[in-house]
């Protein structure tokens, strides 16, 4: 390990701090680089100030700092890990405090994302970070925007105090399985990750019964972040275990990250994952949170995300039976699970079929991604897809379709096309859809999708609803948080 930290400069150790932060995505974080330019305002820098969103949704600007990178631990996947032969660097409370105070007087930032590496043990860390929350709020006054990591290991009363401080916390659960820790980071216990989430959503479970203006312990909630692709754990698993933290412990967010090689070890993949799976986690992500779905619905548990289209569309394919729906009666919760249809857009087509009757040219008016949309809807009776033909469907939205018809000379598609038949069943394999048509296995609707009670089904008269005999036809194996981690 190498220790210069007596010789640096406080740039050189900002320098290094920051860049030792910025594979954390527990806070968001630009990741742009575009230096300042005569006549232009602003630059960015790969490291350092990022941003993230309040609680009430407002994007401001954090800077993204370690208190130290010198660390007793040897996660494999990381660049901080003790045996790594890395440049290495510390801040005091007290400098952490003034650059922050410069920072803001100057309006470069509006708040603060402070995390570390473990410095001679869990609780000495969490010490350090609660001295320095505590000198900014106390001595300097500091009332901006603060989230802080909590250090795995640190003894319980540390996180509460640290939580009277922080307007977030995060507990980085950084690898989905328990085998997978025992394997890449072999100093974390799995109870170490779970205790403080455990604790801390006891803390935002009593803000939900305090009033917002008492709210004293992180009003903005906790976070985690998983990495993607350091350990052979499908998404399928990745995905059931963010189900579980969100209801389990109300987290606010769970970030995922691609895996950046930057260690040479045989015990991790040589390459990073396709960038595309990370993609596809937060999409699953916002359809648990937003639209209704279950983890069980959208992939089996040993499976990656398809590729090739989104979770939403994918789902729609393996249930085509339940499309297409009518877009003037459709349920709410229905016409979220259509493709190309948001959350803003189903509200809108809610409000405005009470004054008329719906066509494809007010759907088009109300931006509904059409592209997706039209294989899945009638508008007024009018259908304007290709039929119960999912595999079909599938090429147009990957655009693939025009593809694989130049690669076999000009001619018209079809069906009992062998060869395009090959190609599908080869991809569809690939892509692990199999031939099953319905969802995977079973799941009830989430205790966390958004409840719109005028929109239940039955203030939409009942009556013969696909997606209700959908939801009644599959039996719930709930899978309990300590089977999935
Ligand atoms: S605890 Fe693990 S992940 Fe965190 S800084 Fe140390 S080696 Fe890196």
Known sequence: MVNIGETQTLEERIKILTEGAKYDVSCSSSNSARVAQKGQLGACHIAGVCHSFTADGRCISLIKLLMTNKCEFDCLYCVNRRSNDTPRASLTPREVCELIMGFYRRNYIEGLFLSSAVEKSPDHTMQLIIQTLTMLRKEYKFNGYIHIKAIPGASAHLIDLAATFADRMSVNIELPSETSLKLLAP?????????????????ALSNAHTPRRLVKKIPAGQTTQMIIGASPDADGQIIRLTEALYRKFGLKRVYYSAYTPVNNDSRLPALPPDLRRENRLYQADWLLRFYGF?????????????????????????????????????????????????????????QARKHSVLTFDSLKKMRVALTRALFFVTAAGEYRGIGDKPDLIRLRLTDKLPLLQNNNAPRQLSIFDNDIASVLSERNERNGLGDGKTGFGAGGYGAGAPSLSEFSEAALGGGDNPLLEYKADKARQSESFETLF
Request: charged fraction near 30%; charge should be negative.
């Open 187 to 203: 100093q974390k216990k799995k109870e170490m990750l779970v205790s403080p989430m455990r604790q801390l959503s006891g803390v």
């Open 294 to 350: 279950d983890a069980d619905e959208l992939v089996p548990a040993d499976r990656n995300f398809a590729l090739d289209v989104d979770p939403k569309c994918d789902w729609a394919l393996r249930n085509i039976d339940l499309f297409p729906v009518e877009i003037n009666t459709a349920s709410y919760d229905m016409l979220l699970r259509v493709p190309g249809i948001g959350v803003r857009n189903a509200f809108r087509i809610m």
